[in-house]
């Protein structure tokens, strides 16, 4: 899981950002104006900016009763032959927080965690399908593999069903993609014969 320690203030005139991670390191801080800042919190724009040569995009986002200050940083180096390297950083950072320190000046620590993209799956339709998978170690090993590694969608909610053989048909409560299948294969590796299982939409 990525994680990025960011140290946040405010002196009055401008609020800070500072980020370290272990990949990258420290970098230095990002200064933004207040009112740029209160844009982007007060309204639904996408807020750009920029400090010396590196840039910073923010917009409110809500979602589950929760509002968060999405944060993407673009750190640049220019180097003497003209050639521009650098990274890119993302974070989000409760509303509250951010309105706490522009009201008190307080620098704070915040260690952002990048969440695990992962779909809720309801398969309580598809238990027929499941009873017979679970009696075969392989067919097991593939479907427990394909829940792991195959529905990596964020705040979705992934409905399965029962569908021909060993296989299945899903449908999403978001609508993108608004239905496909889960299909098991039988795939050859270094030689050796395996079942896998694969999204088809």
Excluded at 185 to 191: A, C, S
Aim: net charge neutral; proline share 2%; glycine share 8%.
């Amino acid at each position: 899981m990525n994680s990025l320690l960011l140290k946040l203030g405010f002196d009055g005139d401008f609020f800070s950002f500072s980020t370290y991670s272990r990949a990258h390191g420290h970098h230095g801080r990002f200064l933004v104006s207040p009112d740029a800042l209160k844009l982007a919190m007060e309204t639904d724009k996408t807020v750009f900016d920029k400090d010396c040569n590196n840039f910073i995009e923010i917009r409110t986002q809500h979602s589950g009763g929760r509002s968060v200050l999405s944060i993407r940083f673009t750190w640049l180096n220019v180097f003497a032959d003209g050639s521009v390297h650098g990274v890119q950083q993302s974070a989000k950072i409760p509303l509250y927080l951010i309105r706490y320190i522009l009201r008190t000046g307080e620098t704070v620590k915040f260690l952002y965690q990048e969440p695990v993209a992962q779909a809720k799956i309801d398969s309580s339709r598809a238990g027929e399908t499941i009873r017979t998978i679970l009696s075969c170690p392989r067919k097991r090993r593939a479907f427990c593999k394909a829940m792991r590694d195959s529905f990596q969608w964020v705040d979705e909610t992934v409905n399965l069903f029962n569908d021909y053989g060993d296989s299945f048909y899903f449908t999403t409560e978001s609508g993108f993609p608004s239905n496909g299948g889960l299909v098991l294969f039988e795939n050859t590796y270094d030689g050796h014969k395996g079942l896998c299982y694969q999204v088809c939409t």
